[in-house]
């Protein structure tokens, strides 16, 4: 039995997980049962981060990954997000790393940088 506290709706459910009958208790929304079975079977998540710039009044820029990877990967993913200086202006949803660790997610800016006057 596994224990999880669901994620995907504002409940916070206390699920549990039984993995020889596969089935899930304390949801209060078939999404639970999803999230259960998945977190246990393939658990993913998205990452949030900064990269650093050369760009002036911009010492970092805030990015994530598009969609979600595989959780082992996020150290590895960290890694190499660390690695990436930006040099120029970028907009929003500029992918700053294409197909992340070979996961067919990219890794994306969330905001505009603006150049000053």
């Known amino acids: 039995m596994k224990e999880y506290t669901c994620i995907v709706c504002p409940n916070g459910c206390h699920l549990t997980y039984d993995e020889k009958t596969d089935i899930v208790t304390g949801n209060k929304c078939p999404r639970g049962v999803e999230y259960a079975r998945s977190e246990y079977h393939h658990p993913v998540r998205s990452v949030c981060s900064t990269v650093k710039t050369t760009v002036k009044g911009y010492p970092v820029i805030s990015v994530r990954t598009k969609g979600d990877i595989d959780k082992n990967k996020i150290f590895d993913l960290m890694k190499e997000i660390n690695k990436i200086v930006i040099t120029d202006y970028l907009t929003i949803?500029?992918?700053?790393?294409?197909?992340a660790l070979n996961s067919g997610v990219d890794v994306i800016t969330t905001t505009d940088m603006v150049k000053g006057d």
Do not use: A, P
């Not at 949803?93 to 197909?99: C, E, I, L, Q, S």
């Open 93 to 99: 949803g500029t992918v700053v790393m294409k197909n």
